[in-house]
């Protein structure tokens, strides 16, 4: 999915976080993912040593207000409907 700018750009807006993408696969970032969870890394740097990081998408201020503003109009009504 992080091939796609769209995708990217997307988290990037919603999460308000800079997205890394690495030079590496899917499994390899999971697994690596997986050892922080579990305490094998250190941090996010340690596990991500030695691996080149290929991009940085940051996230689109203007975007991710309106996103936020969405989402708070989207769980307004949800929580109106289950009334």
Same mark, same amino acid.
């Given at each position: ?14 999460? /308000? =976080?800079? @997205?890394?993408?690495?030079?590496? %696969?899917?499994?390899? $970032?999971?697994?690596?993912? +997986?050892?922080? /969870? =579990?305490? @094998?890394?250190?941090?996010?740097? %340690?596990?991500?040593? $030695?691996?080149?990081?290929? +991009? ?28």
């Amino acid at each position: 999915m992080f091939l796609s700018p769209l995708f990217t750009q997307l988290l990037a807006d919603l999460t /308000g =976080a800079s @997205v890394l993408l690495y030079n590496t %696969d899917g499994s390899v $970032g999971a697994a690596r993912g +997986a050892g922080i /969870g =579990a305490g @094998v890394y250190a941090d996010d740097n %340690d596990a991500f040593t $030695g691996v080149e990081v290929i +991009a940085e998408v940051e996230p689109c201020r203007n975007t991710s207000v309106v996103y936020s503003q969405l989402y708070a109009g989207w769980k307004q009504d949800l929580l109106e409907d289950m009334e």
